[in-house]
């Protein structure tokens, strides 16, 4: 009886919910990749070397905390599943600290600035990774029908290319309009609308979809034996080559365009 719960297929409307939490991710990760910066020197009044200098550090920060969440999630055991309760939980949150993000202080001192950057955006990364890595491993606890994940997986890029072309149209116009002006205003209340929408999305995922797959936790390899594999690995080498490229190219043109 399990494993034709395994294999079953999914219905229309988990599919919808799931894709539906790809749409929350880019009203908040795309906002924040492609304005964050813009709204930390032109409406913070933060110098552009301490948010580069912030913008660094932070990879590093994401590379520590998705193993230990990716971890965490895959030991969650609750009536609900591993990875949907951190969808309930961790995305109001985190919806809570975009808000925070973007709520600017001009008149504080240049310290006072950074140190409010540095500790809203590092919480922020990880609350986004609270709710990304256990969504994304999500798909396959849903099915072990490799039909039914690519339907699954299919819902959720589409939605994710619809969310990203609303977001490119709506966002500027929508800031000059709920700002009427005031700059500072207009992203803290689309902060407001996006993490609402964020959180929306993750929890209709959370209620609509179901965990009938129980994933296996992996062996713990080695961090020596890992990074010796990866180097042997050319096919992974150059996809990670493309990935980084495609970061340096998406994020950087984005966040450029926006100065000119």
Not at 192 to 198: M, R
Request: hydrophobic letters at 50%.
């Amino acid at each position: 009886m399990k494993n034709d719960l395994n294999q079953s297929k999914v219905p229309f409307i988990s599919k919808l919910a799931y894709g539906m939490g790809d749409v929350g991710c880019n009203f908040s990760w795309m906002f924040v990749g492609n304005f964050l910066m813009i709204f930390y020197t032109d409406v913070f009044g933060i110098s552009m070397s301490a948010v580069a200098t912030l913008m660094l550090f932070s990879r590093f920060w994401d590379a520590i905390n998705d193993p230990i969440i990716g971890g965490l999630s895959d030991k969650t055991h609750t009536r609900w599943g591993r990875y949907r309760p951190w969808l309930l939980f961790a995305a109001p949150l985190t919806a809570l600290v975009l808000i925070l993000t973007f709520w600017a202080h001009p008149d504080w001192s240049q310290t006072h600035k950074i140190i409010y950057m540095a500790v809203t955006y590092c919480i922020l990364v990880l609350g986004y990774t609270c709710v990304n890595i256990p969504y994304g491993t999500l798909c396959g606890a849903m099915t072990q029908n490799m039909t039914e994940r690519a339907q699954i997986n299919t819902s959720r890029s589409v939605s994710a290319m619809i969310a990203i072309g609303i977001i490119n149209i709506i966002t500027i116009p929508l800031i000059e309009w709920l700002g009427n002006g005031n700059a500072r205003q207009g992203y803290l209340l689309i902060a407001i609308l996006y993490g609402t929408i964020f959180a929306v999305c993750h929890i209709f995922c959370f209620a609509k979809t179901k965990e009938v797959v129980e994933v296996p936790v992996a062996q713990k390899i080695p961090l020596r034996l890992q990074l010796q594999a990866v180097a042997k690995n050319k096919p992974y080498l150059l996809a990670l080559l493309g990935q980084v490229l495609f970061g340096f190219i998406l994020y950087g043109r984005n966040a450029d365009l926006l100065y000119y």
